[in-house]
């Protein structure tokens, strides 16, 4: 997923003040419901900049003072600087923030009532074959860096996987049962968003690209730490930042727009369109709701639906 693009680069303030104390609660709140640590930060740092932005904050005393004025200032602020998308994803961070507020301390909930920004769709576009082996092709080589590179690339296109799933997978080669990867069975163990686990499968071509990683790994000084993907010259494990930038620096080098959710909109359309059940592609991708079905992919809905034409009607009609 891209970041959104902003027309103003300076820092977010997020000195709360006194509104800080809530801010915290909150956060304990969503702890307690299993929310992921991202998701966590993603809303308290929305709360949080909403609170340092408010108009005449020294003379407020409660957040009971807070208005859907305020709340429709600060949507229009966001919307004049960044994208439909990265509003409406703020928007909710708020509405659950002052709805948990609204029954935890019987207070008005100053958003009810309001609508969330109306998100302009960006499609993302799958690959063509021809980029999927440019790709492959400029991390063919023997040399470590290749080698993970190419293994990184096969995994994404194979799975679809989150980035961040990616970066999770652990590798204990002397103790299978505590190892993520079974390429005897061609399957990764992944732990999705909550630390929900599911399996996804791997063909054998990946399964080759694994396995030639994993035997230049092997030499690796930092060999014995459990994170699978390791850094060049004996660095330490590949952060989920770092794989972004290898993902999109070899997309770079062989003049392909890459980066890593757009494997996720490429698996699912390859699914659909060679026939997959949708409630095979929810379990696969980890998905809980059927709407995400729509979204992944769309960018060739059409052409799978010609496809699926030419497949099914008989061509004397």
């Known amino acids: 997923m891209t970041a959104p693009r902003s027309r103003s680069r300076q820092p977010k303030q997020l000195d709360a003040g006194i509104f800080h104390a809530e801010v915290s609660s909150f956060a304990l709140r969503l702890a307690a419901e299993g929310k992921a640590a991202k998701t966590i930060r993603t809303y308290t740092e929305a709360v949080q900049w909403f609170a340092a932005a408010l108009p005449g904050k020294a003379s407020r005393a409660s957040w009971e003072q807070v208005t859907s004025q305020d709340i429709q200032r600060w949507m229009a602020w966001l919307l004049d600087r960044y994208s439909t998308a990265y509003a409406s994803n703020q928007y909710r961070a708020l509405q659950q923030f002052f709805k948990w507020l609204a029954a935890e301390d019987h207070l008005p909930d100053p958003m009810a009532g309001l609508q969330p920004p109306h998100v302009t769709a960006k499609l993302v576009p799958v690959f063509t074959p021809e980029e999927l082996t440019r790709l492959e092709r400029a991390c063919a080589g023997r040399s470590f860096t290749q080698r993970r590179d190419a293994a990184i690339i096969a995994v994404f296109t194979a799975t679809g996987i989150r ?76 952060t989920a930042a770092g794989i972004y930038q290898i993902v999109a620096r070899r997309g770079r080098q062989c003049g392909v727009n890459v980066y890593p959710h757009r494997f996720r909109h490429h698996f699912s359309h390859t699914r659909l369109d060679r026939g997959g059940a949708e409630r095979d592609l929810m379990e696969l991708n980890g998905w809980t709701s059927p709407q995400m079905l729509t979204r992944y992919g769309a960018s060739a809905r059409g052409a799978r639906a010609r496809r699926s034409y030419d497949r099914i009607m008989d061509y004397s009609t």
């Open 163 to 238: 980035l961040s799933e990616l970066a999770g997978i652990r590798y204990h080669p002397d103790d299978p049962a505590r190892s993520d990867l079974d390429l005897q069975a061609r399957q990764i163990r992944i732990r999705g968003k909550g630390g929900t686990a599911r399996t996804v499968k791997i063909g054998h071509q990946t399964a080759r690209s694994l396995d030639r990683y994993l035997r230049a790994r092997a030499r690796h000084t930092q060999a014995h730490r459990p994170q699978l993907w390791l850094g060049v010259n004996n660095r330490g494990p590949l």
